[in-house]
């Protein structure tokens, strides 16, 4: 008599790829919300007047490709890791342009902590993640 084995694999996520995973899913949607949403957008997460719906849907149409290629190398990361690296880069100046607004008109320290020092983090996160996967090669 033959025996038939099965073998179920399962893959478990590393935390390079939860992290790409929600900061794609993150750029995406917020993407998504300026092009298609954009005084939803702007009357709850980004009340920065005047408000220009084709200002905001110029952000959108940069933001959504990060969040697109964010998406794509959850499945390798060390593949798409100059997609990681420009999404840091476009994190940090992102950060850097709310820091230089806040810096402009003296904002108070609670902004900061809300806004700004969050994106410097999710930015620091991304280089992090940018390298380990150059320095170890993760691809799973």
Do not use: C
């Amino acid at each position: 008599m033959t025996e038939l084995t099965t073998q179920t694999t399962t893959t478990k996520a590393s935390g390079v790829q939860i992290i790409l995973g929600v900061s794609g899913l993150f750029y995406t949607l917020t993407g998504l919300a300026l092009i298609f949403l954009p005084t939803w957008f702007f009357t709850y997460i980004g009340d920065f007047p005047p408000f220009n719906r084709h200002y905001m849907g110029d952000a959108g149409a940069f933001i959504l490709p990060l969040g697109i290629g964010l998406l794509v190398a959850v499945r390798q990361p060390a593949a798409h890791r100059g997609v990681v690296l420009v999404s840091a880069a476009a994190s940090l100046l992102h950060a850097l342009n709310h820091a230089y607004d806040d810096w402009l008109v003296r904002s108070p320290f609670l902004h900061w902590f809300a806004e700004t020092i969050p994106l410097l983090i999710f930015a620091g996160i991304l280089f992090l993640v940018y390298r380990r996967i150059s320095r170890s090669g993760l691809d799973t």
